[in-house]
Every structure is written in structure tokens, then in C-alpha cells.
């Protein structure tokens, strides 16, 4: 427990960082990582991806389309869709790479044998079915 606890403080930590120095959360960074490699992606695409509540993910979105970081394209066919895209001040932001989150996990990852990456990956994968679990039978 505590190393989980640990971890969680980390990434708050190095959230709280990067929100000083580059601007941006962690869950920000992410959304537009991903936005960066899916163009077009859905808001509800990326909810899903990143295990966040819609309101939530709209409150992210709002705030980079905001700092005009990304943009939105209503879908010809239905105008309640919405793909949205990385600016040109959203694609530069993404190729900055230090004191980022994912640097440290770059970094972990090279260094780490593989059999320990899978093992830790199937750990993980069962430790956030656990917390589903308890989280959909409240």
C-alpha cells in the first residue's frame, strides 16, 4: 500500500510541476499526447482512453481549447461530434519532452527488463479491475 500511496504523490507532485513550468497537468499532458496521435479523436474516445469521467474530460478539453491547444471539428453528419485536433501551440507544447511525466516513464521503461514490465503490466491490470470492482458495486 504504501508504495501505491507513494507512486500516487509522485505523480501529483510531478503534476503540480509540470502545471508551473510547462502549463500543462498531468491529465492535460495526456489528452493531448493522445490527441497528437489520433487526430480527430472523439471527446467520448478519449474518455475512455484515459478512464475519466466526461464532465471531467470537458473540463480538460475546455481549458486547452482555452490555451489554444487544440481544436474541435463538428462531424458533417452529426454536429453533436466533435474531433478534435492539436494547434500549432499544441503540437509544439507535445514535442517538449523534459521534466515531463512520461521522460520518467520513458526512462523506467528502458532500464526495465521485460519480464519485470510484463509482470508489473499484469499486476497493474488486476490491481485497477479490483478498484473497478469496488467502485461499480458502491
Known sequence: MRLIWSVDHELERVSKRMETRLGLTIPQR??????????GILASELAQVLHLHRATLSGIIRRLRGSGYLDGTVNQTDGRRVGLT???PGRAINRQRAG??????RRLLASTP??????TERVLVRLGA?????????
Do not use: K, Q, Y
Not at 30 to 38: P, T
Open 30 to 39: 495526456m489528452s493531448l499526447l493522445l490527441v497528437g496521435h489520433n487526430p
Open 86 to 88: 492539436l494547434t500549432a
Open 100 to 105: 515531463t511525466f512520461e521522460e520518467a516513464v
Open 114 to 119: 521485460t519480464r519485470d514490465r510484463l509482470a
Open 130 to 138: 479490483e478498484l473497478r470492482a469496488i467502485a461499480e458495486a458502491s
